[in-house]
């Protein structure tokens, strides 16, 4: 047997913007074990429901994460709003819809950017953030913000956008498909980059069920799961669409998946422009505070996402607690890095798209 | 800007923020701000940095990291504390694992407040960075590091002022 030895990764890495800390266990140039240590961004913000008010709680909790943002504020909303039991307008589920799914797109491309940057693909990942810019450009538009929106609110959105506004939206997407065909089909066809991608880090179905993966890691696997075929928000009016799987399990299938999804999430926001209804945008709640529990589930740009409430009839819930799919990813995480090369480790880690503030809150 | 003489390296470390700040500093360095036209890159090696951005705020495991990365970088150096989190806590100030801003582990010369800080307001606050490191390199600024250790960072702003207030350097007036 060849020696042993334990190489630290992070938690300041070149690759990842966000700490997360894994022994690497080694044999020469293979990876026998990864042992992963979280927590260098834990702040407890669960806590913190004790001091705000549930209708001022949805500001901290679209801080869980700068990037699905949106998603963990409307996920903590629709938990409240089932407590409440209050119906949200069709024209604000509409528009949470198409903000989500925006979120969805600027999400997938950032990921394919960070990974052209794994592999060493500079001008890729340029091209990718640089088209990530026009998403953003609507949401500045649109909410105000780039990253953080504050545009959720319990019972509606804070927000309209305008008939031409949305019209003008369906435009400038119907230009980000074209280009990101272009940046696509580099990821799908260029040598290089599948000889960085194709076998490496192959999870099976039957593992990822085992280890319970969520998202685009085990669609990739082929576990066909999406929570958005539930059909909450305007999902349900919209065509029904299948999951985007992939059957290989590998990083190459990981990114096949945020392809499709990118290009899927598109037409779900150009269709849901077409039928968005004309009406309110929020409901108004007086006098009523949230009583019993409530989970809430949502499909994020990583995976499915768990929001429970528990309300006690006062101005303060008693408990919330978020699951994100970045904790349940990362078994599947660790069984894809035993045997593999040194060299792949940051690629590998960047195909579960790890999002370690949303792990650790 | 005339004293931008040199290709700036900036390292980044995200203390405990949500990744709002985080992206945001990568999209200075992409097409839409590319900062990287003036030469400034984003290294990951602290021995190779001269601007510090640290988003995010502090907490008991992540006090070490911080200050193994500032200490290896090498003289003459300047922290920028990124976002409202790095500020003073931010929104996270209440919560049970936040200390509080980065300036409660290492001397920081500009702030940059914002939630998330934009990433004009970055560019911002590493240009007037820029200013202090050539007062250091210069000798001007021993004083004030010196004292960071003992009392609260007092910084002036050296270089061009403008009535901007996205990016303070002062403290007081964050």
Known sequence: MAKRTIIPFGPQHPVLPEPVHLDLVMEDETVVEAIPSIGYIHRGLEKLVEKNEWPEMVYVIERICGICSFGHGWGYCKSVEGNLGIEVPKRAEYLRTIWHELSRCHSHLLWLGLLADAFG?????????????????????TTGGRVIFSVCKVGGVRKDISNEKLAEI????????KETAEICDVFIEDGSVKSRLVGIGTLSYDEAVELGAVGPMGRASGVAQDIRTDGHGAYSELESFAPVVETAGDSYARCLVRIGELKQSMEIII?????IPDGELEVVIKGKNPEGNFVARLEQPRGEAYYYSKGNGSKFLERIRVRTPTNANIPALVKTLQGCDLADVPILILTIDPCISCTER | MAYVTKSPWVIHYDGSSCNGCDIEVLACLTPMYDVERFGIINTGNPK???VFLVTGSVNEQNIPVIKQIYEQMPEPKVVVAVGICATSGGVFKDCY????????????????????ARPEAIIDGVVKGLGVLGEKKAGNYKAAVVQADEEEVEVQ?????????AVATDKEEV
């Open chain 1, 121 to 141: 693909f500079e001008s890729l990942f340029m091209h990718c953030w640089r088209i990530r810019e026009t998403i953003l450009d609507i949401f500045e538009d």
């Open chain 1, 170 to 177: 369906a435009k400038i997407l119907e230009g980000i498909k």
């Open chain 1, 271 to 275: 269709e849901a422009i077409e039928k």
């Open chain 2, 48 to 50: 190779h940095a001269d």
């Open chain 2, 97 to 116: 694992n936040t200390m509080g801003g980065i300036d409660t582990v290492i001397p920081v010369d500009v702030y940059v407040p914002g939630c998330a």
């Open chain 2, 157 to 165: 702003s050296f270089g061009e002022t403008t009535d901007d207030t």
